[in-house]
C-alpha cells in the first residue's frame, strides 16, 4: 500500500496526514553519542511514530566518510526522505546533492543550509555564542585570561566561535591563553585531560573557560575539581546539558550554560518534513529554535 499512498499524495489527493503516512525516513548522524544529538534524534524517532512514518537511525561514529556512504546507500534505497542531524551538509554535499536529484527531501536538524537542503533547522549560534562571551566576560569584570574549546567543523558551533572573536574584539583586557580543538566523539574526556595538563602548565593564569558547547565545560569542571577544587575559575558553556545544569546548581566552577531547545528543533523539522511530504515548500529555508541562559540565579540558587 505504500507506494500507491506516496503517489497518490504527490499527486494532491489526499490530505497531509495521509500523504506522511508509511513513509520511510533515515535519520543520519555522525555524533548520536552527544547528548545534545541523542536527544534531538529521540524527540524526532517520536514526532515520526506519531506521524506513521518508519524512522531509522544510522550513526556513523564520528566518521563522515561512512556518513556519506550512508547516505548514497539510502538514496539508492529510495527512501522518502533524509534526516541529517548535527551534519554540517556541505561536507557531503555530492551526496545531499544527489539525494535530492533523486527527489528525496533533505532536512536537517542542527545544521546549517546547504544546496539540495530543503529545512535546517537550528538556534541562531552565532547569537548563543555571543550570550556565551558577554555572560562570561561580565563575570570576569571584562578583564582576564581565557581557555578556548572549540570545534569548527559542526557549522553551529564554528558560529559561537565567530562570535567569541567578536566579542574579544570589543573585550581587548579578555585575553585566550590556550585554545583546543575538541576530539569528537568523547569530548568530556578530551577536555578533562586537556585541562589537567593545562592546570600543571599555566594554572595560575587561568581565569575561566570558553567552551562552545556543555560537554567540554564538563570535562573541564572535572579536571578543575579534581586538581584545583578552590580556584575561582570560572566555567561556561552552551546547550543546557542536564548534567551541566546540575553542575551549575550544586554550585560547581560551571556558572552558566545557553540552553537551547532541542525539543522545539526536532518538532519544528518534523513539523516541516510533513509540509515538505505533502508537497508544499518550506516558507523559511532555515527556522530558529530559542534559547535562554541558565545560572545559579535563574535556578534559584545562592552560591557562596
Known amino acids: 500500500m505504500r507506494a500507491p499512498l506516496i503517489a497518490l499524495a504527490f499527486a494532491g489527493l489526499l490530505a497531509t496526514a495521509s500523504a506522511a503516512s508509511a513513509v520511510d525516513i533515515a535519520v543520519l548522524t555522525p555524533y548520536q553519542s552527544s547528548v545534545a544529538t541523542n536527544q534531538m534524534i529521540k524527540v524526532f524517532e517520536e514526532k515520526a511514530k506519531a506521524a506513521g512514518w518508519n524512522a531509522t537511525v544510522v550513526d556513523t561514529r564520528g566518521d563522515m ?9 539510502v538514496t539508492a534505497a529510495k527512501v522518502g526522505a533524509i534526516v541529517l542531524v548535527s551534519v554540517d551538509p ?8 544527489a539525494a535530492a536529484a533523486a ?11 546547504a544546496p539540495g537542503v530543503a529545512l535546517n ?22 578583564k582576564g585570561n581565557i581557555v578556548k574549546f572549540y570545534y569548527s567543523a559542526h557549522p553551529g558551533v564554528h ?7 567578536a566579542a574579544l574584539k570589543k573585550n581587548p583586557d579578555i585575553k585566550v591563553i590556550a585554545e583546543h580543538y575538541m576530539v569528537v566523539p568523547g569530548p568530556i574526556d578530551d577536555a578533562r585531560k586537556t585541562t589537567e595538563d593545562l592546570l600543571k602548565s ?12 556543555d560537554e567540554p565545560a564538563i570535562g573541564a569542571e572535572l579536571a578543575i575539581e579534581a586538581d584545583k577544587p578552590d580556584s575561582k575559575i570560572i566555567v561556561a558553556g552552551i546547550d543546557g546539558n542536564p548534567q551541566a545544569v546540575e553542575l551549575i546548581k550544586s554550585c560547581s566552577h560551571i556558572k552558566g550554560t545557553v540552553s537551547q531547545d532541542f525539543d522545539a528543533m526536532a518538532g519544528l523539522a518534523a513539523e516541516g518534513l510533513t509540509k515538505i511530504l505533502a508537497g508544499e515548500k518550506p516558507e523559511k529555508a532555515e527556522l530558529y529554535a530559542p534559547a535562554k541562559l541558565i545560572t545559579p540565579e535563574t535556578l534559584g540558587v545562592t552560591c557562596p
Open 103 to 113: 527527489g528525496i527531501p533533505v532536512v536537517a536538524i542542527d545544521g546549517a543550509t
Open 121 to 142: 533547522v537550528t538556534s541562531d549560534n552565532f547569537e548563543l555564542g555571543t550570550k556565551l562571551s558577554d555572560f562570561l566576560f561580565e563575570k570576569l569584570g571584562h
Open 159 to 165: 558560529q559561537r566561535e565567530l562570535a567569541l572573536d
Open 65 to 73: 566518510g561512512q556518513l556519506a556512504s550512508r547516505i548514497e546507500d
Open 90 to 97: 556541505k561536507q557531503i554535499q555530492d551526496q545531499v546533492s
Open 202 to 213: 599555566k594554572g595560575d593564569q587561568i581565569d575561566a573557560v570558553w567552551a562552545a558547547w
